[in-house]
């Protein structure tokens, strides 16, 4: 389904598409469109329960996921009148509801229309218009088509052909790990094709192109140099570790020993391992601050 920005969102106009129900803040006040629709195949005035409860019910043939035979039947999103005002728009040519499901998510991605209709999309929704001709029709269609393909297959695509340096030294786990990214030097200007991850692995030949991916106003490729690191809080004096939550810098445990946690207090940092299967937490307490293993969480009582 097709999610926008909805009416009075703060931020710019916005669009995602998504093959998962969404949390309606995915993009600030969403409202989503789908490519097809689920209706009951059997009236609610009949069975006496509502569409919503029996879609996700785990009663055999009820609900939607079930391996029986569904409770509901799936519809085409769009209308058979929305169908005809585009074929109408171009005679002769073959045009299905998904082609122009497609073309919209084209066309909301087009810097020109957004442009144009910058003010009218921060007060209603998209209207949609016909392009002049089928051929950009069908420009706009195979766009959305193909953006779509990215933006739910990202993290299946061909990785880009980079140059890592030093990737073949990775024989520990605690060799990934980092403290600070930065980026390269050429002369006194920062090289951006290239990243220093740690002291044993430098990344090269990253494209121009990689920057022009731009969150919350700067390239995410500056996000992850500035976010990916190791900082410490003046004022509570806790360590924020960005490896905590990188599986492949994660120290090794050895076998047989409980499992060793990092206490994340400045100036205190040392490996403890739990009490295997005493449940004993006693240790785990630190000038008056509580730390929960895993979670980072830090608490002010004693345990």
């Known amino acids: 389904m097709i999610c926008v920005l909805g009416i009075g969102a703060r931020s710019g106009f916005s669009v995602l598409i998504t093959n998962e129900i969404p949390c309606l803040d995915m993009i600030e006040k969403s409202q989503c469109f789908p490519l097809w629709l689920y209706e009951p195949a059997t009236s609610p005035d009949k069975t006496g329960a509502s569409p919503q409860t029996e879609m996700f019910d785990d009663s055999p043939e009820k609900g939607l996921f079930d391996n029986g035979q569904p409770a509901y039947t799936r519809k085409d999103a769009i209308t058979d009148a929305g169908l005809a005002h585009f074929r109408n728009a171009y005679p002769g040519e073959t045009i299905s509801k998904e082609d122009i499901f497609y073309y919209v998510y084209g066309l909301l991605h087009s810097e020109d229309y957004r442009t144009r209709y910058a003010d009218n999309l921060m007060k209603e929704l998209p209207r949609i218009p016909c392009v002049k001709t089928a051929a950009a029709f069908r420009r706009f269609s195979e766009a959305g088509r193909q953006l779509a393909e990215l933006h ?100 090794e445990i050895p076998a047989g020993t409980g499992a060793a946690h990092r206490y994340r207090i400045a100036g205190n940092h040392e490996d403890r391992p739990e009490s295997a299967g005493t449940g004993d937490l006693s240790g785990y307490v630190d000038n008056g601050l509580c730390i929960l293993p895993d979670t980072g969480f830090v608490g002010t009582g004693r345990l």
């Open 152 to 251: 739910l297959n990202y993290e299946t695509v061909t990785p880009y052909p980079l140059q890592i340096d030093g990737a073949d030294l990775l024989s520990r786990p605690g060799d990934y790990r980092v403290s600070k990214m930065r980026y390269g030097k050429n002369g006194k200007d920062k090289d951006l094709t290239t990243i220093i991850y740690n002291d044993l692995v430098v990344i090269k030949g990253i494209p121009p192109q990689a920057y022009e991916y731009v969150v919350n106003g700067k390239p995410a490729l500056d996000w992850v140099v500035e976010r990916q690191a190791v900082t410490t809080d003046k004022a509570s004096g806790i360590v924020n570790d960005a490896n905590d939550w990188a599986f492949h810098a994660q120290p």
